[in-house]
Structure formats: C-alpha cells, structure tokens
C-alpha cells in the first residue's frame, strides 16, 4: 500500500507540474484539488487529474493537488478561486482545515465542487460525522450504496442552471455504486439532476426513491456544486459527464466558460 501512495504522490506533483509549465502567462484563476489518496477510488483521481491538467493548459488557470489537508488554513485557501473536493471524504480533516473551509464557504472567498465520496456523511473510520458538512450537503447522512454496481439514466431538472449548458436532458452512466442517503436533499438544496433508479441495470432493491444526484445549495455564499457520479475513469469517455464537469468548474470558479 505505501508504494501505491508513493506512486500516486509522484503521479501528482508530476501532473501539477505539468499544467504549471504548459501555461505561457499569469493563470486566469486558480484551482485546488482535494484528492483521495488510497481505496479503489485511486484510477478515477488519476484519470480526473489527467483531463484537469489539459483542461488547465488549454483555458490558462492552475491546479495544484494535496492528498491530505494538513497545509490547509485559511491563508492557504486564499490563493484559490476554486476548491475541488476529488472523491476526498468530509472526514479526517484537521481541525484548522475545517475552519478554514467553513469560512471559504460560508463567506463565498471561492468556490467549491465535490464528487462523489464527499457525501460519504457518517461515522467512518473512528471519525464523527461533520455535523457542519451534512448541513452543507442538505441535512444527509449516508446509509447504503450498490455495491454491485449498475448502470442508470440520469435526468437533467433544471437545464436553465449554467453548470447544464449543453448536457443532455438525460444522459445514461454506464458504472456507479449509487449511493442511498437517509433522505432525500431536495428539500434544502436546489436538484439540477437525479437518477431514474427504474432505469437500473440490472435491477436492485436497493433504492431511496426522489434521487438526486447533482444539486447546488443557494444558502451558501459560495459557488457549491455536487456531482455524485465519479467512481470509474470511465466517466471521462462520457461526452455529457465531462460536459457537466467543465460547466461546474468555470460556473463555481466564476469565470467565463
């Protein structure tokens, strides 16, 4: 296992370095990502830092990649327009970390994206769950998934919101372990997606009913956007995925797309 993570801190530093020198003037904004540093997650955050660093290059901003977040403070933070949450999990943060990020949000200093395991909402690994960060995330608090993985059809609610500019109004993702909260979001965030669980193949019982799974809450002051699809690489083969990805990030950094 420390090799593999010794591999993955290369892989990083490797993939910052490059978007930093594929940039001839001063980045438009910067960008910081939270990554998820072991479990099976690992081949997405290294397909994603793959396609971010091209995305960087290409539209001139910046990224840099932690893997943990003890160098995160409140001056830390201030340097970045944009706070990606990479499949990292809203627990095991550092005390000041959490300050520092309740501010960013709370005070709009940047945006935020969080994919996939940062509604891992709960009690894991010894940690209590962050009472904070379920409130961010609607008032949820994770009970189940689909271990088994299955395909489904994911609707677009609200196509008129930025972050779905040219997505599809449906749009099929082949692999995901959908997760099951303990209640829907929808009453304390705005939904722009949610998943057809009558679409699921093959079927399972396991279900929640109204499912979203791409939704903003206006209650904070900063740009937020959560996409709970991203556990296979694959989800960069797919058009409307990375469509949806590149919309939030320059919709949640504020810039011009």
Same mark, same amino acid.
């Given at each position: 296992?420390?090799?593999?993570?010794?591999?993955?801190?290369?892989?990083?530093?490797? $993939?910052?370095?490059?978007?930093?020198?594929?940039?001839?003037?001063?980045?438009? /904004?910067?960008?910081?990502?939270?990554?998820?540093?072991?479990?099976? @997650?690992?081949? /997405? $955050?290294?397909?994603?830092?793959?396609?971010?660093?091209?995305?960087?290059?290409?539209?001139?901003? $910046?990224?840099?990649?932690?893997?943990?977040?003890?160098?995160?403070?409140?001056?830390?933070?201030?340097?970045?327009?944009?706070?990606?949450?990479?499949?990292? !999990?809203?627990?095991?943060?550092?005390?000041?970390?959490?300050?520092?990020?309740?501010?960013?949000?709370?005070?709009?200093?940047?945006?935020?994206?969080?994919?996939?395991?940062?509604?891992?909402?709960?009690?894991?690994?010894?940690?209590?769950?962050?009472?904070?960060?379920?409130?961010?995330?609607?008032?949820?608090?994770?009970?189940?998934?689909? !271990?088994?993985?299955?395909?489904?059809?994911?609707?677009?609610?609200?196509? $008129? @919101? !930025?972050?779905?500019?040219?997505?599809?109004?449906?749009?099929?993702?082949?692999?995901?372990?959908?997760?099951?909260?303990?209640?829907?979001?929808?009453?304390?965030?705005?939904?722009?997606?949610?998943?057809?669980?009558?679409?699921?193949?093959?079927?399972?019982?396991?279900?929640?009913?109204? @499912?979203?799974?791409?939704?903003?809450? !206006?209650?904070?002051?900063?740009?937020?956007?959560?996409?709970?699809?991203?556990?296979?690489?694959?989800?960069?083969?797919?058009?409307?995925?990375?469509?949806?990805?590149?919309?939030?990030?320059?919709?949640?950094?504020?810039?011009?797309?």
């Amino acid at each position: 296992m420390k090799a593999v993570l010794k591999l993955l801190t290369i892989f990083f530093l490797l $993939s910052g370095a490059l978007a930093c020198s594929g940039q001839n003037s001063k980045p438009e /904004f910067k960008v910081l990502v939270l990554a998820e540093n072991g479990g099976h @997650h690992i081949l /997405f $955050s290294q397909r994603a830092a793959i396609w971010l660093d091209k995305l960087a290059q290409e539209r001139n901003f $910046s990224v840099e990649y932690l893997q943990n977040t003890e160098k995160v403070n409140e001056k830390y933070l201030s340097q970045f327009q944009l706070f990606i949450q990479l499949d990292y !999990p809203p627990y095991g943060w550092t005390k000041e970390a959490e300050t520092a990020f309740v501010k960013y949000i709370s005070e709009g200093k940047g945006g935020w994206i969080g994919l996939h395991h940062a509604t891992l909402l709960g009690e894991f690994d010894g940690f209590k769950m962050w009472d904070w960060f379920s409130d961010f995330m609607g008032g949820i608090r994770y009970k189940n998934y689909i !271990p088994t993985f299955v395909s489904g059809k994911v609707n677009v609610e609200k196509s $008129s @919101h !930025p972050v779905m500019k040219n997505v599809p109004s449906s749009f099929q993702i082949n692999q995901e372990e959908w997760y099951i909260y303990d209640k829907s979001p929808r009453k304390n965030v705005q939904v722009l997606a949610s998943v057809d669980e009558s679409s699921y193949q093959p079927e399972t019982g396991i279900k929640m009913g109204d @499912h979203p799974v791409v939704w903003t809450n !206006p209650a904070f002051k900063a740009r937020n956007i959560y996409i709970f699809m991203g556990h296979s690489p694959k989800l960069f083969e797919n058009e409307a995925y990375v469509q949806l990805f590149k919309n939030a990030i320059f919709w949640a950094a504020n810039q011009k797309q």
